[in-house]
C-alpha cells in the first residue's frame, strides 16, 4: 500500500498485481480486484490505471477529497519532481473517464500542460538486440511507454523488444541467499542480473523510491513488468508467459499464512513481499528435510 497519499513507490505488491490485473483470466478474479481498489483508496493514486474503468472510477470518488486537497497551486502533485509524479496520476484520471469531468466541475485546478515524451527520443537508446539497458525492467518500462504514445505494438522496435524479453526467460533463478546450506532458487523469471536490473530501474525511474531487495533479490518486479508488456504485445499464450504466473501465484504468501521467521501482519490480501517470499521459501526448506528425517526407518 502507498506510504503517504499521492506516492506510487514500485514495490513487489504493486508491481505482480498490475500483472495480474493484466491478465484476461486472474485479471477478473474478485480478490485481486478488490486488492487493487483498496490500493487506490489507500492513497496509491496512479494505480488505478490498472483497473477496470468502472472499478477505478469508484475508488476515485471515494479519494475526491484527498486528491483535490493535495493539489499544489501549480495544478500538479508533489512540489518535487511534480511532472513525473502527476503524470501517472493525469493518465489514471484519465483511464476513469475523470478527468475532464472534475476539471470543468472546478474538482480540480487546471493542470499545466506536462512536458511531451518524443517516441523517437526513446527509440534512439534502444539497443541494437532490441533492449534497453540491457535490462527486462528497462526494456518493459520503456515499451510500456512507447505504446502509451502510439507507437504500433507491431513496429520492428517493438517486436524486436517482445523477442529480446522472452529471451530472457529463465526455467531457474538462483537468489543471493541461501538457508542450511542451501542456494535458495524461485523458478519461471523473466530477468538478467539482478543488481543490474535495480540499477536500470532506478535510472529510469530517478523520482520513485525503488526498493533494491525487490529488484535484486527475488527479481519480482522485473518478471512482473515484463508480463504486463509482453501481454500488451500480443504474447500473452507464449508457455513462458503463462509458467511465470503460476510461479508468481505458488509464491504469494496467503493471508493468515504463517512464515516462521516472519512478524509481518499481511492483512486480508497476502502480499509478494520479496522478504516475505523469502521466508515461505525458507519454511520449504525446513518442511522437505522434515520429511526426509520422517522417512528413515526406524
Known amino acids: 500500500m502507498a506510504k503517504r497519499l499521492g506516492a506510487f513507490d514500485l514495490r513487489c505488491d504493486e508491481a505482480v498485481l498490475s500483472a495480474m490485473l493484466a491478465h484476461p483470466r486472474h485479471g477478473k478474479r474478485p480478490e485481486f ?20 474503468v468502472e472499478i477505478a472510477r469508484r475508488a476515485f470518488d471515494a479519494e475526491r477529497e ?28 484519465r483511464h476513469a473517464g475523470l ?7 472546478g474538482t480540480l485546478r487546471p493542470i499545466p500542460k506536462l512536458p511531451a515524451i518524443d517516441p523517437a527520443a ?7 538486440d532490441g533492449s534497453w539497458d540491457g535490462a527486462v525492467a528497462a526494456t518493459a518500462l520503456e515499451v510500456e511507454r512507447l505504446l502509451a504514445l502510439g507507437v504500433n505494438p507491431g513496429s520492428p ?3 524486436r523488444a517482445g523477442k529480446w524479453l522472452l529471451a530472457q526467460f529463465q526455467d531457474t533463478y538462483e537468489l543471493d541467499r541461501s538457508f542450511r546450506g542451501r542456494t535458495l532458487i524461485v523458478k519461471n523469471v523473466f530477468v538478467t542480473d539482478g543488481l543490474a536490473e535495480y540499477h536500470a530501474t ?6 520513485m523510491d525503488i526498493c533494491r531487495s525487490c529488484c535484486q533479490r527475488m527479481a519480482t518486479i522485473p518478471t512482473s513488468l515484463c508480463l504486463c508488456a509482453l501481454i500488451m504485445l500480443g504474447h500473452g499464450g507464449d508457455s ?13 504468501v496467503g493471508p493468515g499464512e504463517k512464515l516462521m521467521d516472519s512478524q509481518a501482519k499481511l492483512g486480508r490480501f497476502g502480499s509478494w513481499c520479496a522478504h516475505q517470499v523469502t521466508f515461505k521459501l525458507e519454511d520449504r526448506i525446513r518442511a522437505e528435510g522434515k520429511k526426509a528425517i520422517s522417512s528413515f526407518p526406524v
Open 99 to 105: 478527468l475532464d469531468k472534475w476539471l470543468a466541475s
Open 122 to 128: 526513446i527509440l534512439k537508446r534502444q539497443s541494437p
Open 157 to 159: 522496435a517493438l517486436s
Open 202 to 207: 532506478q535510472e529510469g525511474m530517478r523520482h
Open 33 to 52: 480486484l478488490e486488492w487493487g481498489e483498496a490500493m487506490v483508496r489507500a492513497g496509491n493514486w496512479a494505480f488505478a490505471r490498472h483497473m477496470p
Open 240 to 252: 513462458r508467459v503463462e509458467k511465470c504466473y503460476k510461479s508468481l501465484l505458488d509464491l504469494r
Open 66 to 93: 484527498n486528491i483535490a486537497r493535495r493539489q499544489s497551486k501549480s495544478g500538479l502533485w508533489f512540489k518535487k519532481n511534480g511532472n513525473e509524479w502527476s503524470r501517472p496520476i493525469v493518465a489514471a484520471l
